[in-house]
């Protein structure tokens, strides 16, 4: 039973060193992925895009972007309106909608494994709390008051599984969490150009299509 117990054990902290290193993985490659989006670059950008698409400056904002040298989620979706927009601007709200919906699935992706990490590690480690546990009362009943050492020393390596998980599950969970609330204000100022561009090109295109015959969307 014994032996069955230590290879529980040394089982428990191979998949807290496994989950350490792949948690250091996802946080060091979303990082990377979210910082494109939240810099001082980044946040001039938007301001800019914003405000040209506000006064409905097609080829100013073309040319904002061909001088923007880095990808984010803003340029890829505002790539994106000007094709549909060149085409028919009839569904782009829809379009619009659908192209948000995909840059939050591609902001979203890993998380759930920091999700998971986060959630299960605390109790991976009480798990390997419990079997040491069970080796000291194993070896108390055994080696009686004589092992009294070996007793302590087993409880000791089942409380640092315990402290192990929550190591790795609270900056998981910190890490989550920041990711998250990044995530959320990309998808908000996306939202938010949405809205822009419905109210420049959208709603005043059907307003001068209805006061006038020639609609005047495209500069």
């Not at 089982?11 to 989950?19: C, D, H, K, Q």
């Not at 709200?93 to 998380?111: A, D, F, V, W």
Request: glycine letters at 6%; hydrophobic letters at 45%; proline letters at 2%.
């Amino acid at each position: 039973m014994q032996e069955f117990v230590d290879l529980g054990e040394k089982i428990i902290f191979l998949v807290m060193l496994l989950a350490s290193v792949l948690a250091i993985a996802v946080f060091i490659e979303r990082f990377i992925v979210y910082k494109r989006n939240f810099n001082k670059e980044s946040e001039s950008l938007l301001d800019s895009l914003t405000l040209l698409i506000r006064h409905r400056d097609l080829k100013g904002t073309e040319k904002l972007l061909e001088t923007h040298p880095m990808e984010n989620s803003y340029t890829r979706f505002i790539h994106f309106v000007l094709e549909r927009e060149k085409e028919n601007h009839k569904g782009l709200s829809e379009l619009m909608e659908g192209k948000i919906l995909k840059e939050r699935l591609s902001l979203e992706e890993r998380l759930p494994i920091l999700n998971t990490l986060g959630n299960n590690t605390p109790f991976i480690g009480l798990l390997g709390t419990v079997l040491g546990v069970i080796k000291a009362f194993y070896g108390l009943g055994t080696l009686g008051n004589s092992g009294a050492e070996v007793v302590m020393r087993s409880i000791s390596t089942a409380l640092l599984a315990t402290a192990a998980g929550l190591a790795v599950a609270i900056p998981v969970v910190m890490a989550n969490n920041y990711f998250t609330r990044k995530m959320k204000l990309v998808i908000g100022h996306l939202e938010i150009l949405s809205k822009e561009i419905h109210a420049s090109f959208i709603t005043s295109g059907k307003h001068n299509q209805s006061s006038s015959s020639t609609p005047n969307i495209h500069h």
